[in-house]
DNA sequence: AACAAAAATGCAATCGATTGCATAAAATAC
DNA sequence: GTATTTTATGCAATCGATTGCATTTTTGTT
């Protein structure tokens, strides 16, 4: 027995009072007695009254509503990243419609025109890993409607980004394995058509230039990352005439599923064999060997990308103004990669 | 300069025909010719129409829009489920809005108001650890708006329940330590106001009483089984004159401080101490030794969960016809818990 | 060619809240 | 006591899509 729900005009015909003014009573505008305001407030409550967001917002063409596209919403960084933008919004009064692509483009494709179609207030991404056009994200950029992009990144788009910096994090994991004795360092690498992973790639390669060490193209694969990937990878490189003594993963999940393999087929690692991975998944800590790794402020990242959005969908900061916001991050040296220990 | 939006007036406008048959057109209804549809579709790809959702929301009171509410995003048994409710939910045609209580009852309480307010069409729903009222769950169970609760659920709503068996699990479980030899059992409980951590509580209670062992109140310590819980609870454990040789913990969160701070202190697990965990997170499998603990299958409870609130939304089955689906779930005996190994 | 039946389209109200402008009521000024 | 402000409230249009009912157009029948 569905009764429709209560409106303003529910309130106004009981109260001999139009629904205006209602309106103007439960929004606190000064135009408004307090006195009328009180009898109104008191019905209000008194009938269960909910405001309908859905008429408000047709009617102001604002839906308090930001979107989130990540590629997976169950990986650790996502869910924490996400878990800070939600932080943020709920006190500023958004709600957060959350979506994946599943790294597929297809399906980024379509969430993205469904937020559209929703008309969230602005979305924040991070693009599939088989994305690499980026037309669709125009529905957004041709309505001045507010974007950030983080980690994995859409070039040339008026909107905030927020990053860390992939170079300088895989320059420094790669000197430390040179540190550390290690004297020939592959890399496994996601695809360099996401800024992540090629930033993490140039700093790898820059890091061997810097140190003169020769670079050997047997010593990169390209995969998804994925604990199979990183499965296949390993026994790859072992397989090399001239197999590597230490591999600089592009996520901790491969970094995983090597340290594994090594334990199974009784290559010590880190004495025989270094891994350093890259986002300091909770698993990472806990493992044995522990996984140096580099760390990223997944909540942070979360918040401050929520706070950029709601500034400029609020207007709030001059437009234009877009920034490129680099986040703090190190690299967490843990047991598997501290050969020194063992020499 | 936000132009606005391309409309059905404005493609009606264009065509010299009525907003009501570009509407029908654009909903593919049988009352309007191939030719005039064409004709619109044409045009409104030309132009770049994109419906209002907003305004068919209101028109329609349907939001095709779900409401998720969680303790916390970014733990891997939720992000996991809303990751099945995702999934199920997209093919659907159903948008997803999150939020998460943060394990507060009161923003449980303020998230429940907010996605009313945005007339979602039904909510997912696990409470937080605070949570013993449910008042505010009227709000939906009075308008009959459908609701699904999974893992910790509000008793007595007509609401479909997707659970697991937690007493059988940590009946199970307490089987598998007394099996292995332990002798003295203890157990790391969550708040018993849930049915979760109550049923886990009474099912390691009853495999004591089954197997004619004694049940110490000092063998039961309760918290909110975080990592420093953990770490204060294996203290207070072992300080005990008599303390027991293993435990039954409420989650692989508490579970894992203990076991590091027993490999810190030189207690040996499994040989001296035996430890299962609840939830099989991620790095239950990859620490060392790694964690004996219950499968709950996130993802299918998720899916689970979506199918059966998108279904009673659209009416698809028999009303008051509510289900408490137990899903299937199982004890993984992994090292922290196999002592007989090593007698 | 006339008329019934079927098909296609249009009119206008509706969903619920908001808001520019107008009006009514109360307070103040002279 | 009238004119002028100030304060409080109401009217009616609006946001964009949907839909019951009415109307127009087309098709089919004899």
Same mark, same amino acid.
């Given at each position: 027995?569905? *009764?429709?729900?209560?409106?303003?005009?529910?309130?106004?015909?009981?109260?001999?009072?139009?629904?205006?003014? %209602?309106?103007?009573?439960?929004? @606190?505008?000064?135009?408004?007695?307090?006195?009328?305001? @009180?009898?109104?407030?008191?019905?209000?409550?008194?009938?269960?009254?909910?405001?309908?967001?859905?008429?408000? !917002?047709?009617?102001?063409?604002?839906?308090?509503?930001?979107?989130?596209?990540?590629? #997976?919403?169950?990986?650790?960084?996502?869910?924490?990243?996400?878990?800070?933008?939600?932080? %943020?919004?709920?006190?500023?009064?958004?709600?957060?419609?959350?979506?994946?692509?599943?790294?597929?483009?297809?399906? /980024?494709?379509?969430?993205?025109?469904?937020?559209?179609?929703?008309?969230?207030?602005?979305?924040?991404?991070?693009?599939?890993?088989?994305? !690499?056009?980026?037309?669709?994200?125009?529905?957004?950029?041709?309505? !001045? &409607?507010?974007?950030?992009?983080?980690?994995? &990144?859409?070039?040339?788009?008026?909107?905030?980004?927020?990053?860390?910096?992939?170079? *300088?994090?895989?320059?420094?994991?790669?000197?430390?394995?040179?540190?550390?004795?290690?004297?020939?360092?592959?890399?496994?690498?996601? +695809?360099?058509? #996401?800024?992540?992973?090629?930033?993490?790639?140039?700093?790898?390669?820059?890091?061997?230039?810097? !140190?003169?060490?020769?670079?050997?193209?047997? $010593?990169?694969?390209?995969?998804?990352?994925?604990?199979?990937?990183?499965?296949?990878?390993? *026994?790859?490189?072992?397989?090399?005439?001239?197999?590597?003594?230490?591999? #600089?993963?592009?996520?901790?999940?491969?970094?995983?599923?090597?340290? &594994?393999? $090594?334990?199974?087929?009784?290559?010590?690692?880190?004495?025989?064999?270094?891994?350093?991975?890259?986002?300091?998944?909770?698993?990472?800590?806990?493992?044995? +060997?522990?996984?140096?790794?580099?760390?990223?402020?997944?909540?942070?990242?979360?918040? *401050?990308?929520?706070? #950029?959005?709601? @500034? /400029?969908?609020?207007?709030?900061?001059?437009?234009?103004?877009?920034?490129?916001? &680099?986040?703090?991050?190190?690299?967490?040296?843990?047991?598997?990669?501290?050969?020194?220990?063992?020499?």
């Amino acid at each position: 027995m569905k *009764k429709t729900s209560v409106t303003i005009h529910d309130l106004a015909r009981e109260l001999n009072i139009s629904a205006s003014t %209602v309106s103007r009573a439960l929004n @606190d505008n000064p135009r408004i007695s307090q006195a009328t305001k @009180d009898k109104i407030r008191t019905l209000a409550t008194k009938l269960g009254y909910q405001p309908n967001t859905i008429a408000s !917002n047709l009617r102001t063409q604002k839906t308090h509503t930001i979107g989130i596209v990540v590629p #997976l919403i169950n990986r650790y960084f996502f869910s924490t990243f996400i878990s800070g933008v939600e932080d %943020v919004a709920f006190e500023a009064g958004y709600n957060v419609i959350i979506s994946q692509s599943k790294d597929l483009f297809d399906k /980024e494709n379509r969430v993205v025109h469904s937020l559209f179609s929703n008309r969230v207030d602005g979305i924040i991404v991070s693009v599939s890993m088989q994305t !690499n056009k980026y037309d669709h994200f125009n529905l957004f950029a041709n309505k !001045n &409607i507010p974007m950030v992009f983080f980690d994995r &990144i859409a070039p040339d788009f008026k909107a905030h980004k927020i990053l860390i910096d992939d170079f *300088k994090c895989a320059h420094m994991a790669t000197q430390h394995l040179i540190d550390q004795g290690c004297k020939r360092i592959a890399h496994l690498a996601g +695809p360099t058509s #996401l800024n992540t992973y090629r930033g993490r790639m140039n700093g790898y390669l820059d890091a061997l230039k810097k !140190n003169k060490l020769p670079v050997d193209e047997e $010593l990169v694969i390209y995969n998804r990352l994925t604990r199979v990937d990183g499965l296949t990878a390993i *026994k790859q490189f072992l397989k090399l005439k001239n197999p590597p003594d230490a591999v #600089l993963c592009g996520n901790d999940t491969s970094a995983l599923s090597m340290i &594994i393999y $090594l334990r199974e087929i009784g290559i010590r690692v880190p004495e025989d064999f270094c891994i350093v991975g890259f986002s300091n998944e909770p698993f990472s800590e806990v493992v044995t +060997p522990a996984i140096s790794t580099i760390r990223q402020p997944a909540f942070e990242m979360g918040q *401050k990308a929520a706070e #950029l959005l709601i @500034d /400029e969908i609020e207007q709030k900061r001059i437009p234009e103004n877009y920034q490129t916001i &680099i986040m703090p991050s190190d690299l967490i040296i843990r047991e598997s990669s501290s050969k020194k220990l063992y020499d």
